[in-house]
């Protein structure tokens, strides 16, 4: 079984939303207003076809098996958060119902993994260590010192993985009411 992680294209918005929800399920219901699976998927569809969205593909790299969308990691230099979280804002209060701010995550200097998720039936393969790797290998190609993510203080399994990889605790980050550890590695 070989895997390839690849840029994402448009044609992978489908697969892509899906696992994005698995990954951020509350915090898509948070910023759309309802706990409603098809209309998070929707919005993350739309929001993955979009160039200008956190969530775009062009932020996007995939892992594929046969063709098939096993896993995603959402990432981008830190120093264009701040413009794409705007643009977020202004789409989820102009479509949805969405009045609240969102904390910034990441910063300039830092290659930040916004969500990775890898498909139910493929975990335990290494597949979100290989689009980690794939991303710091991008991040050193474009200048990038660090790379930065935020895991769930109710995660602990993912805190040691990531810790296992390399990253190292930095901050405390709230979204929405929920709290999250700021992890950084330098590269």
Do not use: C, W
């Not at 992978?12 to 209309?39: C, P, R, T, W």
């Amino acid at each position: 079984m070989s895997i390839k992680i690849t840029s994402a294209k448009t044609s992978h918005a489908k697969d892509s939303a899906e696992l994005l929800l698995e990954a951020m399920e509350d915090l898509i219901y948070f910023y759309i207003g309802v706990n409603d699976k098809q209309k998070a998927i929707n919005f993350l569809e739309e929001q993955f076809k979009s160039e200008t969205s956190l969530y775009s593909y062009k932020n996007s790299f995939v892992a594929l098996i046969n063709q098939k969308v096993v896993g995603i990691l959402v990432g981008y230099d830190g120093k264009k958060h701040k413009k794409l979280q705007e643009n977020l804002v202004l789409h989820l209060s102009e479509n949805y119902s969405f009045k609240g701010q969102l904390n910034p995550e990441t910063r300039e200097g830092e290659f930040y993994i916004d969500a990775l998720s890898v498909n139910h039936n493929y975990r335990g393969q290494k597949i979100g260590s290989q689009l980690i790797s794939f991303a710091e290998q991008y991040a050193q190609k474009n200048q990038i010192k660090n790379i930065g993510l935020l895991v769930d203080e109710e995660n602990p399994a993912a805190k040691r993985l990531y810790s296992r990889l390399g990253f190292n605790y930095t901050h405390m980050v709230n979204l929405d009411t929920h709290a999250y550890e700021h992890l950084q590695k330098s590269l």
